[in-house]
């Protein structure tokens, strides 16, 4: 069974710094692309930065020039690297990944748990 861990929310000031990962582990033969998601209360989840296996990037408007996106292939695991963080960002920030199991599987999605990012001074 492929699983999804995240770690690294917390608390930080305006204007801080924090690096969420994202660990896929179990049965994978190839994760085709990984990417985050943000949740905050009363809102629509919203797409805040992908990757694919390819090396092609998408980020939210709102993210762009802070928050970079990145992964290690031999781990397994996804980055988003937060910078110059806002009371905006505040959020539940979902990690989700496209895996194949086997060669010949067909790649499904998957959710991580989430991770509560507060940006307050």
């Known amino acids: 069974q492929v699983q999804l861990v995240e770690s690294g929310g917390g608390l930080v000031q305006p204007g801080g710094s924090l690096r969420l990962s994202c660990a896929a582990s179990?049965?994978?033969?190839?994760?085709?692309?990984m990417g985050w998601y943000r949740q905050a209360p009363g809102k629509q989840r919203e797409l805040v930065a992908a990757l694919t296996s390819s090396g092609s990037t998408n980020y939210a408007d709102s993210v762009k020039g802070r928050f970079t996106i990145s992964r290690d292939n031999a781990k397994n695991t996804a980055y988003l690297q937060m910078n110059s963080l806002k009371p905006e960002d505040t959020a539940v920030y979902y990690c989700?990944?496209?895996?194949?199991?086997?060669?010949?599987?067909?790649?499904?999605?998957?959710w991580g748990q989430g991770t509560q990012v507060t940006v307050s001074s």
């Open positions: 989700n990944a496209e895996i194949r199991k086997t060669a010949y599987s067909r790649s499904n999605a998957y």
């Open positions: 179990g049965r994978i033969f190839r994760i085709t692309a």
